[in-house]
């Protein structure tokens, strides 16, 4: 649609032209985002090779990138020059930057060279621009580890990973070269058509006064025979600009899920960029209805099912996956039984719990997976056997060790856990001696306690839903062992020795080591003090009731570091985004601003996620508080702007925010549409004075999947200072868990 302004015309902007990649490309302290310019969900994915935003220079550039943050497999680089000084990968200076999800353009200052770059699924399309007419151009591609041929016009080959996985890559040129071959000092060795080795590369010459040169690729995980088939499926001759229209029309029907309108147009930037980044993980690897799974070794059949992988459940069970449940079900649905794929496919029938190209790197605690399951059956999916669901993951929860960042079957302290309700932690100077605890990255006994007891719910869950009641007592009984560990002398979990004595000394600031992992794991005991999310009411009575609680939320964002930064974060290297002992940055704390809502005080829940929103997701280079994890943080982002969040995994409902929006709608997965419309809207407007859902009044701080799912209209009367009264009695608040035939202790 064109619209026209000052007698020009001006194309109306389309969701994806709110995408900015660059936000957040310099970190506050560990890890930036990366500028990925791909296709959703897509096996190819690419960005500038360099440590953030500021890398004075790129090296070379990227042909796909097989683990989310990680480097490039492959590597081409266009150069004119002396050949003597051709290295296997290319440092280039660069300028004139453009990055969109669908394209990319960059000059090679130092060689004058142009380089424009498309996506498609499974391939990519590269178009280069020489300006030295008097010099020879040359094509180099290297593969860090791996062997690699050259015939023609092609080169082809794979580079090897790690768990014998193979990334394979069939490339070719619309040009044929003069030379092809290894490298030897000023010459082209034509007479060799392989290579192999760490860093083995081919060069290909081509005349002088080429002036542009187009080189198109299939990547593969297959084969490369493979590869060239996925090539010839997408790309089917040399167009860059029609590849990148293409993938430009993809993004705006995947964003375009969701429409929002208003007159801040920051937050509509920091809105579809955070909604693109949730489509960045998990990829479909699925080739022709094949895949290679690196769980097995095999090349399976997909039976029509696509396979998909790479994801860190610690960190999109919240957010990323509900998200999905929501706006992509049927992608949600072949997720889930990818994980279950995975299971059957491993040595042991466990659940994954960070599965990525190369198998399941077991990374974190807690077994998660559990709460994608449960949360997507809860809210009505019913496209994976519940039966193969539950296996797998009781036995991650019961044969799998629970230490972190072990695939180590049960030990000590797993039958410890089983029988005392909470994982015991070392005393002051007592030396570590059981095998299966990482030597980094500890016990973390608090935390592994609060993230299976959660698990455990989601499971009673399970097996409440296949009719194993005996089952779903034990799990919903062993769900209550949170209280294990809670210290009711100061009000917040602390972690417990062998013999059942609380450690002492201890400050819930500072100890248990680096980012806490003799106690907590990355956040300290200020965050874990609210991580039951499967009962918050009763963490409310454990706190002292309501009052006290919003007091204890309170006091949390109003205690200081307590050290200098410098200090602290050497400490807490992910406990970023600070504001008081609060951490903005990092996935255990996303739910917690939303939990004043459980105490009768949902304007306070209103004031706190517009305020992090406003400090902590700008559109700026640095505005994301942390380790963004591929949608992990900005998942949060997509539902508090739309004014809601699925506080609960595995309770179909959604817990109350502040919508930002004058008008929002989204296209749910059933077909339906579901508007959220804000009256009396300015950007500053952030308090709810009442609210109306299809045209009844609704005087609750939350609202069930199901009234979502309907589909209709949620309509809220906003104001600039708070209605303190709205929401606010005890049939308001929202719902915890009701343990059917269980005794509290």
Not at 119 to 135: C, M, R, T, V, W
Not at 163 to 172: A, K, L, P, S
Not at 723 to 737: I, Y
């Amino acid at each position: 649609m064109s619209i026209i302004v000052m007698g020009c015309f001006k194309r109306e902007k389309d969701p994806v032209d709110y995408v900015n990649p660059y936000i957040g490309n310099i970190s506050h302290l560990l890890v930036p985002t990366y500028p990925t310019i791909h296709l959703p969900n897509s096996m190819l994915r690419v960005y500038p090779e360099r440590e953030n935003f500021t890398g004075n220079e790129i090296k070379g550039l990227p042909v796909v990138v097989t683990s989310h943050r990680g480097t490039s497999a492959f590597n081409l680089c266009p150069y004119q020059g002396d050949l003597n000084q051709v290295k296997s990968i290319i440092d280039y200076g660069y300028d004139n930057e453009t990055i969109k999800p669908y394209f990319y353009a960059v000059d090679l200052d130092n060689f004058n060279i142009h380089v424009e770059f498309a996506p498609s699924h499974q391939s990519g399309i590269y178009s280069l621009k020489f300006e030295n007419a008097d010099l020879p151009a040359y094509l180099i591609l290297n593969t860090r580890n791996g062997a690699l041929n050259t015939q023609g016009s092609t080169i082809s080959g794979y580079q090897q990973l790690s768990n014998n996985t193979r990334v394979y890559v069939y490339m070719e040129t619309d040009l044929i070269p003069e030379k092809s071959g290894t490298h030897n000092k000023n010459e082209i060795n034509t007479a060799e058509k392989q290579t192999q080795g760490n860093n083995a590369y081919f060069i290909l010459q081509y005349p002088k006064e080429t002036s542009s040169l187009n080189v198109r690729y299939g990547i593969s995980f297959i084969s490369v025979e493979q590869a060239k088939l996925n090539l010839a499926r997408e790309i089917k001759d040399f167009d860059l600009n029609t590849i990148a229209e293409k993938g430009r029309e993809l993004w705006n029907e995947k964003l375009g899920q969701i429409e929002v309108q208003g007159d801040d147009e920051d937050a509509k930037v920091v809105f579809y960029t955070s909604l693109y980044r949730t489509y960045e993980r998990m990829i479909c690897i699925s080739e022709d209805n094949r895949y290679f799974s690196a769980f097995d070794g095999k090349v399976h059949d997909d039976e029509g099912v696509p396979f998909y992988t790479d994801d860190w459940i610690w960190d999109t069970y919240r957010a990323t996956h509900p998200l999905r449940v929501i706006i992509e079900p049927e992608m949600e649905c072949n997720m889930i039984n990818s994980f279950l794929r995975m299971a059957q496919q491993m040595d042991n029938f466990w659940m994954p719990t960070f599965p990525e190209i190369t198998g399941d790197s077991r990374r974190m605690n807690s077994n998660h997976g559990v709460a994608t399951v449960i949360d997507a059956y809860n809210k009505g999916l019913r496209c994976f056997d519940l039966n193969i669901a539950y296996k797998a993951c009781k036995n991650a929860i019961e044969e799998k060790t629970l230490a972190p960042w072990s695939s180590k079957k049960v030990g000590i302290l797993d039958l410890f856990y089983k029988d005392h309700g909470y994982f015991p932690a070392l005393t002051p100077g007592e030396n570590e001696t059981v095998p299966e605890v990482h030597s980094w990255e500890k016990r973390q006994p608090v935390a592994v306690t609060l993230g299976t007891v959660y698990d455990e719910w989601c499971l009673g869950q399970i097996a409440l839903n296949l009719d194993k009641d005996k089952d779903a007592e034990y799990f919903f009984n062993r769900s209550l062992n949170y209280k294990t560990v809670f210290n009711h002398q100061t009000g917040f979990f602390h972690p417990k020795d062998k013999d059942g004595n609380f450690i002492e000394p201890f400050d819930y600031r500072y100890s248990s080591g680096i980012g806490a992992r003799e106690a907590y794991d990355e956040n300290n005991g200020w965050v874990y003090r609210w991580d039951v999310p499967h009962n918050i009411a009763d963490l409310i009575k454990l706190n002292g009731g309501n009052e006290k609680f919003v007091s204890e939320l309170e006091r949390m964002y109003n205690t200081p570091l307590g050290k200098g930064r410098p200090d602290f974060y050497h400490q807490f290297g992910d406990h970023t985004g600070n504001v008081g002992q609060f951490s903005m940055g990092n996935e255990p704390s996303m739910h917690i601003p939303y939990l004043y809502n459980y105490a009768g005080q949902p304007w306070r829940t209103q004031k706190r996620v517009r305020n992090l929103l406003k400090q902590w997701f700008r559109n700026d280079l640095m505005g994301i508080p942390g380790d963004e994890d591929g949608g992990g943080l900005t998942s949060f982002v997509v539902f508090s702007e739309l004014g809601f969040y699925p506080i609960t995994p595995g309770l179909p409902m959604y817990v109350i925010g502040s919508p930002m929006f004058e008008e929002a709608t989204i296209r749910l997965g059933n077909g339906k549409l579901f508007k959220i419309i804000c009256h009396n809207y300015s950007p500053e407007n952030k308090y709810i004075q009442s609210a109306k859902l299809n045209g009844v009044e609704w005087n609750k701080s939350w609202f069930s999947h199901e009234d979502l799912m309907k589909g209709g209209l949620f309509e809220f009367v906003m104001g600039k200072q708070p209605n303190k009264a709205w929401a606010s009695d005890a049939n308001s608040v929202p719902p915890s868990f009701k343990f059917k035939n269980i005794q509290e202790n």
